[in-house]
Structures are given as structure tokens and as C-alpha cells.
Nanobody
């Protein structure tokens, strides 16, 4: 099993920044890709960004140029640096890990005020 714990969410004004963290524990050696997803009220969960164990990254169109995903393999921690935040970025952000199975964190709320 893999456990994921997110932190770093909160309330920020439009144009501001936040950094989310996701700490993984347990059988972390089975993980080959981690990512961030988000779900706004009334909408489906959507991909924000992913990163592989080797460091390859992928971003949604809405995240490109504003968000940066990174990882620290030694600490089993993944980050999402979010800059130039917009009200439409308001959502619950979920950490995701994929290996043989798919694991999800409990989510952290990000609210961007206009």
C-alpha cells in the first residue's frame, strides 16, 4: 500500500502563488508516476500535471506556463508550485500515484479570490 498526504492548500488572491506538497509513504518503490489532479464544484476531476520517477513532466493546457511540478525522490515528496493563480483554479487538489495500482490522497482545498 501507498499513503499520500497533501498539504499547502489555502486561500490566496488572484495573481498570488501557492506550493502544494504530497508526501508518499509505504511501498513507494512501486510508484512510477505521480501527479496532481483537481476537482472544482460541479465538475469532473481533471489532470493538472504529472511527473515520472525519471523526471519527465506533463501539464494540462491550463497549467502550462503557470504551474511547475517537481519531485524529491529521496524524500518521497512531490510538489506543485502554482503561480499567477486565477479564480478558476479554485478546486480541491488531489495527489495521485501510479504503479501496479492507483493511489489517491485526501485532497487539499485551493481557493483563489478575485
Amino acid at each position: 500500500q501507498v499513503q499520500l498526504v497533501e498539504s499547502g492548500g489555502g486561500l490566496v488572491q488572484a495573481g498570488g502563488s501557492l506550493r502544494l506538497s504530497c508526501a508518499a509513504s509505504g511501498r513507494t518503490f512501486v510508484i512510477n508516476t505521480m501527479g496532481w489532479y483537481r476537482q472544482a464544484p460541479g465538475k469532473q476531476r481533471e489532470l493538472v500535471a504529472t511527473i515520472t520517477r525519471s523526471g519527465s513532466t506533463n501539464y494540462s493546457d491550463s497549467a502550462k506556463g503557470r504551474f511547475t511540478i517537481s519531485g524529491d525522490n529521496a524524500k518521497n515528496t512531490m510538489y506543485l508550485q502554482m503561480n499567477s493563480l486565477k479564480p478558476e483554479d479554485t478546486a480541491v487538489y488531489y495527489c495521485n500515484a501510479r504503479g501496479t495500482w492507483v493511489y489517491w490522497g485526501q485532497g487539499t482545498q485551493v481557493t483563489v479570490s478575485s
